[in-house]
């Protein structure tokens, strides 16, 4: 149920008070000294159960109030001992041990054991939601999880079914469907239908059971959540005693909550929204990364784009900096690589620029006369303003775009298909590994129509990335970390100069935050964000 226009007035503080059972002793402009208060469209949120949740908001929740065997600095953005102190691989690569941290305890007061380390790794590919295929890759399924995957004292044993690249395995693990759950909590509130139990999940939809900074007091779907701190957090304890998160999809809302000091964070801004708020010296605009990355990408059933002229023409006739530099600054960056900035291996160079002198002669070269591509783009707002200015320069260059405009939904349909002439994408990395957008883009095992391999992006446009498939398998074996960038290195030169799709930009983030608020980090494109830092 969504907040009825009359909340939505008396402010976040109050709102959040509302949440909790409570009436507000009074209605304030200024948000509590211990108290984190934000907004943002948390709609998309489906459950906090961290082997279920795989939306933005749901992982944010999950990010402070659970964590794993391997954690990301919230500051660094690099890996680091979670739960597990110190870990090793065996020689074969096949055998993996983690040694537990001691002392550490869930927030029910229960000590966190290698036992329940191997449980929740376990929970996590029997329940088989929606992430449990960023481990099932390991060889593990409902028959096999728990021999695999053991504990005892404070030794976890994991077991692969290939030697692959540790860094895959250890980024793999820093993903929330990865999280350490107390198992005596969760067996406690099993439900069984049929003889079949659901694995606590009913319960953990709406209640934490982890180890993290806070403990989830109060959840309501489409209005808000609640989080308290939980002293002796292993990573020190939290600086706010509260978060309070309240749902506001407007951005305009936002902003005006934000300017009157009502929240202490803004989450879904608008590039105009920022603008408008430049020389408020109460609000400061942070800027960060996500991992999104928008692309072209063009249907090679059409033979046009074989033609390596053609396909080279088209690089050199978007107009990437304009677009970033006018209506898409601050949502996005100019970059032109499939794996974003912040993943092991990314390149942030960006060797295209818009040359129409340069596309004609190219298009003159491929021979092909009087080109017209039929794009398709989601009718969208800042969909439709990219696919636009694609339109013009396109257009200048000699190359005819018609505009194929439907629902997302209907788009999707059809690209999914192999149905698309052109199309106009964005693409998310499902978790914090090179391997997550190296096998979709550069690797296409069957290119059939039968095969019906949509989960890679080099299928649905029909293209057959040769011997980067074998690469990009290869990557994700190659045991010395060092190599492996190098290797993705060399995959995303070789694909950005040969594949039919053009990668443009990275997604931006733009946050308002009041400016007493410091230590409040996003993320990047590789995590989630961390509230247990933030200070007022």
């Not at 919230?74 to 110190?86: I, R």
């Not at 390596?308 to 978007?318: P, Q």
């Not at 295209?352 to 707002?381: F, H, Q």
């Not at 698309?420 to 914090?432: F, I, K, M, S, V």
Request: with cysteine; glycine share 8%; aromatic share 8%.
């Amino acid at each position: 149920m969504l907040l009825e226009p009359t909340l939505r007035r008396v402010g976040a503080v109050a709102i959040a008070a509302l949440m909790l059972g409570t009436a507000p002793a009074a209605l304030m402009a200024e948000t509590p000294a211990d108290t984190l208060v934000l907004a943002g469209a948390i709609d998309d949120i489906v459950s906090l159960d961290p082997h279920e949740a795989y939306e933005f908001s749901g992982l944010d929740v999950v990010n402070n109030t659970y964590d794993g065997l391997v954690e990301i600095n919230p500051t660094t953005l690099q890996t680091e001992p979670g739960l597990a102190e110190s870990w090793s691989v065996a020689e074969d690569g096949l055998t993996y041990t983690f040694k537990m941290k001691a002392g550490v305890t869930f927030s029910s007061g229960n000590p966190v054991t290698a036992e329940a380390a191997a449980y929740s790794l376990q929970r996590a590919v029997k329940l088989n939601k929606t992430p449990a295929f960023i481990l099932n890759q390991f060889g593990w399924t409902a028959e096999t999880v728990d021999a695999m995957i053991t504990g005892a004292g404070d030794t976890l044993t994991i077991k692969v079914d290939k030697p692959y690249a540790p860094t895959f395995l250890y980024n793999c693990l820093t993903a929330g469907v990865a999280s350490i759950v107390d198992a005596d909590v969760v067996k406690a509130n099993e439900v069984v239908t049929d003889g079949v139990s659901d694995l606590g999940n009913e319960y953990l939809k709406t209640h934490s059971a982890g180890s993290g900074a806070y403990t989830l007091k109060s959840f309501k779907p489409n209005e808000g959540y609640v989080l308290e701190m939980r002293p002796g957090y292993w990573r020190g304890d939290a600086k706010m005693a509260k978060v309070f998160m309240t749902h506001v999809p407007e951005a305009a809302t936002e902003r005006l909550q934000l300017e009157k000091g009502d929240i202490d964070v803004a989450r879904t801004l608008t590039p105009v929204d920022v603008a408008g708020m430049a020389g408020n010296a109460d609000v400061v605009i942070q800027e960060d990364v996500g991992g999104q990355i928008y692309y072209l990408s063009f249907n090679q059933k059409n033979e046009n784009y074989k033609n390596a002229k053609f396909l080279d023409a088209m690089r050199w006739a978007v107009d990437y900096q304009g677009m970033a530099d006018t209506f898409m600054k601050g949502a996005a960056v100019v970059h032109e690589n499939f794996l974003p900035s912040g993943y092991l291996g990314a390149l942030d160079d960006n060797p295209y620029s818009l040359d129409i002198e340069k596309a004609k002669a190219l298009i003159a070269e491929s021979g092909i006369k009087d080109p017209v591509i039929k794009l398709s783009v989601r009718n969208a707002a800042d969909r439709m303003d990219v696919a636009q200015s694609i339109q013009n320069t396109f257009g200048q260059a000699g190359i005819k775009v018609d505009l194929s405009v439907g629902e997302g939904a209907e788009q999707l349909k059809e690209y999914r298909a192999r149905q698309h002439d052109g199309t106009l994408q964005t693409w998310g990395p499902d978790y914090p590994d090179p391997n997550t957008n190296s096998s979709t883009f550069a690797e296409n095992p069957d290119n059939s129509d039968a095969a019906n391999n949509t989960g890679y992006l080099a299928w649905r446009n029909a293209y057959d990335p040769g011997e980067m498939t074998a690469e990009s398998k290869a990557a994700v074996l190659e045991q010395d970390p060092a190599k492996r960038v190098e290797m993705y290195a060399a995959l995303q030169k070789k694909f950005r100069e040969t594949a039919p799709f053009i990668v443009m930009f990275q997604q931006a983030r733009q946050t308002g935050v009041r400016a007493n608020v410091k230590g409040f980090y996003t993320g990047g494109a590789v995590d989630s964000t961390a509230y247990w830092l933030v200070t007022k």
